[in-house]
């Protein structure tokens, strides 16, 4: 999913962060997933890295001078990324991608979940299921629910544009 231009997020793929500087490309791919980390400039591969933290930075010299790219989540739940671009010291780009979803479960559909989650709580306490297919019984429908009615939805800011 294309957020804007300069920015490409996808499940499967990671985020692609791309940053231009002085007729150059500057390209950072990271995978959440993998952990997989790579800046690029005009297609050359100039830092990389495995990393899961929830912070990372990337150091590198363009065109004589010393260059950074800052990767950091925010937030309590981590839904803020934002990706930042220094050449010499100075702030020359940094994105803000938010994480949300888009759409309502509906009311019934919450409803007929919190219903089956108490006919298995019954169940459960009379020892007629056990733990796991109680777990089973609950978690699997309400993922469903959740996957059915809610789309997960990134926002893309460009920090610096409001200047």
Known sequence: MTTNENVEVSVNKGMLFKFNFNNKLITYDCSPVSGKEVVMVDGEVVSESKNYKVSTSHEFVLDGQAAKIYLSLKGFTKNVTVCEFFVAGELINAYQLTYGTKG?????AKFITLTVAAMVGWFY?????????????????SVAIMFKFEQPNWTCEDLLKSE
């Open 125 to 141: 306490a009379a020892q007629v299921i056990d733990t796991w297919l109680a777990i089973a019984i609950v978690l699997i429908p």
């Open 104 to 108: 309502n479960i509906p009311l019934m």
